[in-house]
């Protein structure tokens, strides 16, 4: 195989895991992110993250993305179960994730200060950040040490967003992720579970949280943002 051959190739691969990636993730939105636990949900749901991935991996993305993108999908594969186990490993495999992009973002924006160069924005993310000790903190229980930790992870992870140089699409990305994460604190610890709401807070959940991390992919997984 030659040069051009297998350049062609690996981007012949990325493009196509991109796409099954989003025709899976568009599927789980509409036929399972509502429904209760089986093994056809946890295998849809494991794909759009592995798939993407697997593009950064063969088209040398940046190893912390990748990453990030892994250790989401294991924490996709452990939210798809019932248990406190299983949202212990999502818990920790998310919370590592937020830490993977916080180290890309942080190379990208050499530090957090850009992030105050955006008049209010940091001020919002701070402000929500600290909120989450009235509307959420009580509410959680004997998880409140991890959930705080966590929250500081994407309260960090959307300054350092804010700072990104002409990424917009990444910026953006990080903003859904943190929202994803938002609905689904309020899902796990506020909502009742026969509310009216669940449907309509898992399917936006999910859309946020799969576009949110395929945005961050192609705005910033790669050398050249991809759109």
Not at 156 to 167: E, H
Not at 175 to 195: G, H, K, P, V
Not at 202 to 217: E, K, N, S, T
Request: net charge neutral; hydrophobic share 60%.
């Amino acid at each position: 195989m030659t040069l051009m051959e297998e350049i062609a190739l690996r981007q012949s691969t990325r493009f196509g895991l991109l796409v099954l990636g989003c025709l899976a993730a568009l599927i789980y939105a509409a036929v399972f992110c509502y429904r209760g636990p089986s093994v056809a949900k946890t295998v849809v749901k494991s794909v759009p993250l592995l798939s993407f991935a697997g593009a950064g991996l063969v088209s040398f993305a940046n190893p912390f993305v990748v990453g990030a993108l892994f250790m989401s999908a294991v924490g996709d594969i452990a939210l798809s179960r019932d248990g406190e186990r299983p949202f212990l490993v999502g818990l920790v495999a998310f919370a590592l994730a937020h830490v993977l992009y916080i180290l890309h973002f942080w190379g990208l924006a050499g530090g957090i200060t850009g992030a105050f160069e955006v008049p209010m924005l940091p001020v919002l993310v701070i402000l929500f950040a600290l909120s989450t000790e009235w509307w959420l903190a009580p509410h959680t229980d004997d998880m409140r040490w991890p959930v705080r930790v966590y929250v500081v992870l994407i309260a960090v992870m959307g300054l350092l967003a804010l700072g990104l140089p002409g990424m917009l699409l990444a910026t953006l990305g990080a903003f859904a992720f943190l929202a994803s994460d938002t609905i689904l604190s309020i899902q796990l610890f506020r909502m009742d579970e026969q509310s009216r709401w669940q449907v309509p807070a898992a399917v936006a959940l999910w859309l946020l949280y799969a576009g949110g991390q395929f945005i961050i992919l192609v705005g910033a997984g790669w050398q050249t943002p991809l759109f």
